[in-house]
């Protein structure tokens, strides 16, 4: 095929091997993508540029000892342009709620708030910090507070389907069973093949005719 050429194409090209990576990954093959990275690497020094895609690659493939030490490298020992410094530190977020859901889903809620506490604090309007923080509101009893949090973002991103999930849940958390059912209704006017999503929220009393799996 056409990817298998260009591989064959690229030799040890480094910006050719970057390129392909961000290919690979676009197809939902991190773990090629990955590779191809590492062969940009061989022999030569990464670029910045080159070593955040690497830092989002080993991020998407769980690889956390080393997106640390990446991380940890761009941070401490490269000067980052205005972009290159967002991006990474977009990526190190991503990191902070990933272990702040790992600590939630294991109980440790104390230790999943602070994880995120720090980057509630530098981005506290942006979605993705705020549904991590409801879902430890959520985890931990306090429907109220997270469906409060979910409503807030969905008054900016009301098509959102991850909060409007999100804002099921805790409504069946708290036992309100027809705001649940608005939010189910949501879903499935702004995403009608979300079923399957949906199929994961709380086991309720009653919602419709879809049949419920506990998410805990």
Known sequence: GAMAAADRAAGDDAEFLSTLAGGWAGLGDPARALS???RSFEGRPASIDQRLQYAGLLLELGQ???FEGTADLLLLRQ???PDQGRSLEGLIVGYRIKLADQARERGDL???YAMLREVVQRRP???RVQMAL?????AAGDHAQAMAIYDGILQREPDNLDVIYGAANAALGSGDIPLAEQRVNAARRAAPDATAQLMQLRQPETLGPLDHHDRR
């Open 36 to 38: 191809y990275m590492r």
């Open 64 to 66: 956390d000892a080393e």
């Open 110 to 112: 104390a230790s999943a």
């Open 134 to 138: 409801a879902r430890i509101f959520d």
């Open 125 to 127: 309007q942006e979605a």
């Open 79 to 81: 000067r980052l342009t």
